[in-house]
């Protein structure tokens, strides 16, 4: 299958005119390092696009980039009309994925609306994006038990290798009672056998409504934080995450919470 620029995102620009035969390209400064063997594509301020090769390493910072201009190569730019200043240098999707900084990170935003039980509530089968979480367990500590495939099959999908920095939440509940959220993890039963077996879920990410800080002294109906930024819990992709709530010591009144899950990409 061919490969066009909408494969390529951008990731410098040529600073000076590049003629024919030209190697090092001259470059703003690079933000993300490449190696021998990426390929790059140049797209002509008339919308020409040259493709062609990186032929050795080139640091964060650098300002040139040494490239492929051998004749009777497919990814050589050779005998080409000289391409002008501030043309753009992109790199393929797949190529820039190796260079995801470490610091990197990933969020999903969702929230829920409930009464709030003593024991854990998550989300209904209708899924996360739908606010109304109506399945209340047993359960009221570090495990989720008894989760059925209905339930397995609408939380949160890892796609790929990555760790889970943690949860912060906004907690807004009726009655001057605390709060808490969670995450649970598991791998899904996936192809199973039959449509009735269960898992049990662990608790990976755990963060109370939080009135330390102050001046605030009550909970009820008011924007309350909370957070467990130091999970640092290890996922694999296809590992999914059940988010969900619970009382810490009262039950009753109605709970919303808002939820940002962080993760960080594993340097691929």
């Known amino acids: 299958m061919g490969v066009g620029i909408f494969n390529f995102k ?18 703003e400064a690079l933000e993300i390092p490449l190696a021998t063997g990426d390929i790059i594509q140049i797209v002509g301020r008339n919308n020409s696009v040259y ?41 393929e999707d797949l190529e820039m994925m190796k260079y995801v900084k470490q610091d990197s990170h990933m969020y999903m935003n969702f929230s829920s609306q409930a009464a709030c039980a003593r024991t854990w509530t998550t989300l209904s089968s209708s899924g996360i994006s739908n606010h109304s979480w109506n399945t209340v367990t047993s359960d009221e500590g570090t495990s989720m038990t008894n989760v059925t495939l209905a339930i397995q099959t609408v939380g949160l ?48 990410a755990y963060a109370e409504a939080d009135l330390s800080a102050g001046p605030g002294t009550n909970y009820s109906q008011r924007a309350i934080g909370g ?42």
């Open 10 to 27: 951008p990731i410098t620009k040529l600073t000076a005119e590049l003629g024919v035969n030209s190697s090092p390209i001259s470059v």
């Open 51 to 91: 493709r062609t090769e990186v032929t050795s390493n080139v640091a964060v910072g650098a300002t040139s980039i040494p490239i492929n201009v051998k004749t009777n190569e497919a990814l050589g730019i050779h005998n080409k009309t000289p391409i002008a200043k501030r043309s753009i240098v992109m790199i």
């Open 157 to 204: 999908v890892i796609p790929f290798d990555c760790t889970l920095v943690g949860l912060k939440c906004i907690f807004y509940r009726v009655g001057n009672n605390q709060s808490a959220a969670a995450l649970f993890h598991a791998t899904p039963d996936y192809n199973a056998a039959t449509n009735s077996q269960t898992i049990t879920m662990s608790r990976v």
């Open 227 to 268: 957070e467990d930024l130091s999970a640092s819990f290890p996922l694999s992709a296809g590992d999914i995450l059940l988010p969900a709530f619970k009382g810490v010591s009262n039950t009753g009144g109605n709970l919303r919470v808002t939820y940002t899950v962080v993760l960080k990409p594993n340097k691929l």
